[in-house]
Structures are given as structure tokens and as C-alpha cells.
């Protein structure tokens, strides 16, 4: 008797894989249209916006945008080598490197679209608390089931396809759907 039992379970697990797996779909669509599009990746754009705040050195460029020291200064040489970022001694101490927006920088920047996660941000911020903590509850917890909760990870939505090691035009010549906002 404990077959029905049993199928409802698969089910849902199934329903909640589909879900994760729409999920993983939309950043990475996403991640897509914005490589294509403007010739970014997510993590460029990223450090691109938190550079825009003015100019710093790599490692507090980490730590504002949460990724790895190396990760900012593999970032950081790539746009660098695009002419979007310019490095610079400091005046005040010498052995400090600064990286700041070049004009090409800032005019890219300014082009680009919203960052997936700020979209999210703000429609998450319109919830109710109680409702934001069941999520946040959920999903840590799916994390733990995926053995994923003690993986380091940013506050950044982006494919692991195009995450950054590509420069434009490296990614698949795809057709992209538009993006459909309202989150339907």
C-alpha cells in the first residue's frame, strides 16, 4: 500500500527538480543574452559597477563583490586587456595598484542591463519577511541535499558556462529568447 505513497513522493521530487532546473535555465539564459548583447559576462559587470563607486585596489574589489582575490585580478586583467579598466599607482603609496573605469569602461557600464540578481533583489525585497525567511529555509536546505551547503559562492546569479573565462564572441553562437519579465 505504500506504492501511491511512494509515487507522490517521486513526483514531488521530480516537481522540485523541474524547478531547480528552470532556475539553473534562467541564469543561464541570462548570462547568455548578456554576452551576446554587450560582450559581458556576469562577474564583469559585477566588478565593472562596484569600480564605478571608484577607484580600488583588488583586494577590496573582492570584498565588495564577494568573490576571490584571484578570481577580482583574473577578472580585473581580462576588462583590463579590453581597455575597460585602467591600473594606476596609488599617489599616496606606491606598491598599492588601483583599478578604476576607463572612459570605454564607464560608457559600456552604462549600456548594460540590470544584473540578474537585482531584479530578483527587488521583487524579493516586496515579500514578507516570514515568507523571505521560508524561502531562505528551503533553500538551504536544498543545498544541504544537493551537498552543496558548504560550497563558498557569491551573491551573484551567473552560468557556470560563461562565468568568465569567456571573452565576447566566445560563447555559442545560440539563439537566445528574450527575456520575460513579471517572472512568469
Same mark, same amino acid.
Given at each position: 500500500?505504500?506504492?501511491?505513497?511512494?509515487?507522490?513522493?517521486?513526483?514531488?521530487?521530480?516537481?522540485?527538480?523541474?524547478?531547480?532546473?528552470?532556475?539553473?535555465?534562467?541564469?543561464?539564459?541570462?548570462?547568455?543574452?548578456?554576452?551576446?548583447?554587450? =560582450?559581458?559576462?556576469?562577474?564583469?559587470?559585477?566588478?565593472?559597477?562596484?569600480?564605478?563607486?571608484?577607484?580600488?585596489?583588488?583586494?577590496?574589489?573582492?570584498?565588495?563583490?564577494?568573490?576571490?582575490?584571484?578570481?577580482?585580478?583574473?577578472?580585473?586583467a581580462r576588462l583590463?586587456?579590453?581597455?575597460?579598466?585602467?591600473?594606476?599607482?596609488?599617489?599616496?603609496?606606491?606598491r598599492c595598484v588601483?583599478?578604476?573605469?576607463?572612459?570605454?569602461?564607464?560608457?559600456?557600464?552604462?549600456?548594460?542591463?540590470?544584473?540578474?540578481?537585482?531584479?530578483?533583489?527587488?521583487?524579493?525585497?516586496?515579500?514578507?519577511?516570514?515568507?523571505?525567511?521560508?524561502?531562505?529555509?528551503?533553500?538551504?536546505?536544498?543545498?544541504?541535499?544537493?551537498?552543496?551547503?558548504?560550497?563558498?559562492?557569491?551573491?551573484?546569479?551567473?552560468? $557556470?558556462?560563461?562565468?568568465?573565462?569567456?571573452?565576447?564572441?566566445?560563447?555559442?553562437e545560440a539563439v537566445?529568447?528574450?527575456?520575460?519579465? =513579471? $517572472?512568469?
Amino acid at each position: 500500500m505504500s506504492e501511491p505513497s511512494e509515487k507522490v513522493h517521486d513526483d514531488l521530487g521530480e516537481a522540485v527538480l523541474i524547478a531547480m532546473r528552470r532556475l539553473m535555465r534562467a541564469v543561464d539564459l541570462h548570462s547568455k543574452r548578456l554576452m551576446l548583447s554587450h =560582450g559581458l559576462t556576469g562577474p564583469q559587470l559585477l566588478v565593472l559597477k562596484a569600480l564605478d563607486g571608484g577607484a580600488c585596489a583588488v583586494g577590496e574589489l573582492a570584498r565588495k563583490v564577494r568573490l576571490s582575490q584571484p578570481t577580482a585580478a583574473e577578472i580585473l586583467a581580462r576588462l583590463q586587456r579590453r581597455g575597460l579598466v585602467v591600473r594606476s599607482r596609488s599617489h599616496s603609496d606606491r606598491r598599492c595598484v588601483l583599478n578604476r573605469l576607463s572612459a570605454s569602461g564607464a560608457r559600456k557600464l552604462r549600456e548594460a542591463p540590470p544584473l540578474l540578481q537585482e531584479a530578483f533583489t527587488a521583487r524579493f525585497a516586496g515579500l514578507a519577511q516570514d515568507e523571505q525567511q521560508r524561502l531562505l529555509t528551503s533553500l538551504q536546505r536544498l543545498a544541504e541535499l544537493m551537498d552543496a551547503e558548504t560550497l563558498d559562492a557569491a551573491p551573484l546569479l551567473s552560468s $557556470g558556462g560563461v562565468v568568465d573565462g569567456a571573452e565576447p564572441g566566445a560563447t555559442e553562437e545560440a539563439v537566445v529568447p528574450p527575456v520575460i519579465e =513579471g $517572472g512568469h
